[in-house]
């Protein structure tokens, strides 16, 4: 008699379903709060980064101030926010991406030992990418500028800490310095793969 008045009532369901959809619920509203914001990050440090990009390939260039605009424009959006920035220098488009020119005996697409290439940006090694790392360039060259940004997001849950770990974003900007010069020729050298 007791057990099936138990079974039968009702009372009190509304609390148990609650307390089942709740937090699901609030994961679900974590989670499009969480992506959302990366995606108005990613958006906002990729226009900074091109403003950036684009103030400091004029010739009165100030790399610094255009590192600091980018995270000056990015940290309302991702609060604790660190940049790390990279410019590396081509001489032309053509160069972007590309390895230095060797001889490949083997045809291994790997500068192997004794064979020999053409030191074109004249560091004293082979590289797989011929461009001048932490470069902002002369007249005339092409920037790679690339920036990483790391944060924490700002809804997570903190039971959950690998899930909602520091997120990072990262934006590129390619552009040509201003002809405010004649380019400079790095030139080139004959070595011999190690």
Known sequence: MIARRLIEDREGATIVEFAIVVPLFL??????????????????????????ARSASLETRNTSEADASVLDAIKPVLPGVTIKTSRTSYYDFADVGRAEKWNDKNANAV????????????NGQWDQDVGQKDSSGSANDVIVYKVTATFKPVFRVPLLPK????????????????????????????????
């Not at 500068?111 to 004249?122: I, M």
């Not at 004649?182 to 030139?187: A, C, K, P």
Request: charge should be negative; glycine fraction near 12%; hydrophobic fraction near 35%.
């Open 27 to 52: 994961m679900l509203l974590l989670g499009i709060m969480d992506v959302g914001q990366m995606v108005y990050g990613k958006s906002v440090l990729t226009g900074a980064v091109h403003r950036a």
């Open 163 to 194: 899930l909602w770990g520091d997120r990072t974003l990262t934006a590129t900007a390619v552009t040509k310095n201003q002809p405010f010069g004649n380019q400079t020729s790095y030139g080139a050298a004959a070595g011999s793969c190690p």
């Open 111 to 122: 500068c192997d030992a004794g064979e020999t290439y053409t030191d074109e940006n004249r």
